[in-house]
């Protein structure tokens, strides 16, 4: 198989490996499309530790090719989205409705699916390793669903998207007629965007230095650009808002300045959501009498708070029949050669989203 794997350096290295035999609760899948998300950057420039090698990739769609004995949860020629959560199902975190927060991501993640030539033994990114043109992973990180959508559209349904959308619908359940402020508009930030849409705000502020991301913005439901170069963004937010603020403020960046930025935009009462993922070693302060006296409620956000058992394929309800657009979140279908540049994009705003389809 060939695969691009983080050594330890963020050029990763696009090379021929061996798969490691699968166990009886593993699964093998035939990629098909796998986007290209800034937490896969994050982990090759060390912003979140992982170690070397790994398999990198956490965004992906593909068909089951083989199953382990022991799997009940898809057969082989099914459809799958990887979900870089496992839902095992079983600990306290599923069985109480929070599969997101599932206890197994610390298991799945250091188990080795390949050898490389020097004989190291790479684990896959999160218990996936979508970088490549297969990948062996634990059954309880796939979810079965039923389309005919692309695979590169369905991709992004196993972060950005469900991040992003879940984030509005789940995380802070958005109720019709809200105002809803968007802290960084690049793939998650525009499913946060059109998840506020699907909800029913009456006003989105889509927020970004980079002109392509609030154009972009605009096009899946933004009502109001707001450019952070051409002043205070919050003081910005306030003069559309009659001083008032957002009934919701998104971070989707991971920054403790925008922490605090998403909020100061949130009107009193209302409620500032962290979708971006910060360092995994930064603080974030807050005004300690505001905490007290505005009553606004902050909300961590991990996955979009979803089930993916149940939301993918809701999500992929939503596309096909129209509510949601994935096909303008693609950017790019890129060559698995090709990641390093689609990194390089990422970083500097060329792109929504670049997505590898052929390897
Ligand atoms: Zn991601
Ligand atoms: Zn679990």
Redesign the pocket.
């Known amino acids: 198989m060939r695969a691009a794997i983080f050594t330890g350096t963020p050029e990763l290295s696009v090379e021929d490996v061996t798969a490691i035999e699968p166990g009886p609760s593993d699964v093998v899948v035939r990629i098909g499309a796998s986007?290209v998300?800034?937490?896969?950057v994050s982990a090759s420039n060390g912003t979140l530790p992982i170690p070397a090698p790994c398999i990198l990739g956490?965004?992906g769609a593909g068909i089951v090719e083989w199953a382990g004995s022991e799997v009940t949860r898809v057969k082989v020629g099914d459809q799958v989205i990887a979900s870089?959560v496992p839902a095992c199902g079983n600990c306290f975190y599923c069985l109480h409705g929070q599969s997101n927060l599932c206890t197994m991501g610390g298991e799945v993640m250091f188990t080795p699916r390949a050898t490389r030539g020097d004989g190291s033994t790479p684990a896959g990114f999160t218990g996936l390793g979508t970088f490549a043109d297969q990948m062996t992973c634990n059954q309880a990180s796939l979810v079965k669903i039923e389309t005919d959508l692309p695979d590169a559209q369905l991709a992004l349904i196993?972060?950005?998207v469900t991040?992003g959308v879940g984030a509005a619908l789940n995380t802070a359940k958005i109720v019709p007629g809200s105002t809803v402020a968007v802290i960084g508009c690049g793939g998650?930030g525009q499913a946060v965007i059109q998840g506020a849409r699907i909800a029913g705000a009456s006003r989105i502020f889509a927020i970004d230095p980079v002109e392509l991301k609030r154009k972009t913005a605009e096009v899946f439901g933004a009502t109001d650009l707001i450019d952070p170069g051409a002043g205070d963004a919050t003081a910005q937010l306030m003069e559309l808002t009659g001083g008032i603020g957002a009934d919701y403020a998104f971070e989707v960046i991971g920054l403790p300045e925008t922490i605090a930025q998403a909020y100061a935009m949130a009107r009193r009462g209302g409620t500032a959501v962290v979708v971006g993922m910060p360092k995994w070693d930064s603080q974030v302060t807050l005004p300690g009498f505001q905490l007290f006296y505005d009553e606004k409620k902050l909300l961590g956000c991990v996955y979009g708070s979803a089930q993916v058992r149940s939301d993918f394929q809701r999500f992929v309800d939503l596309v096909e029949t129209g509510r949601l657009d994935l096909g303008s979140m693609v950017s790019a279908e890129i060559g698995l050669d090709d990641v390093n540049d689609a990194f390089r994009a990422m970083q500097s705003g060329e792109v929504i989203r670049s997505v590898i389809t052929h390897v």
Do not use: L, Q
């Open positions: 986007g998300c800034h937490s896969d956490h965004e870089f196993g972060c950005g991040t998650v």
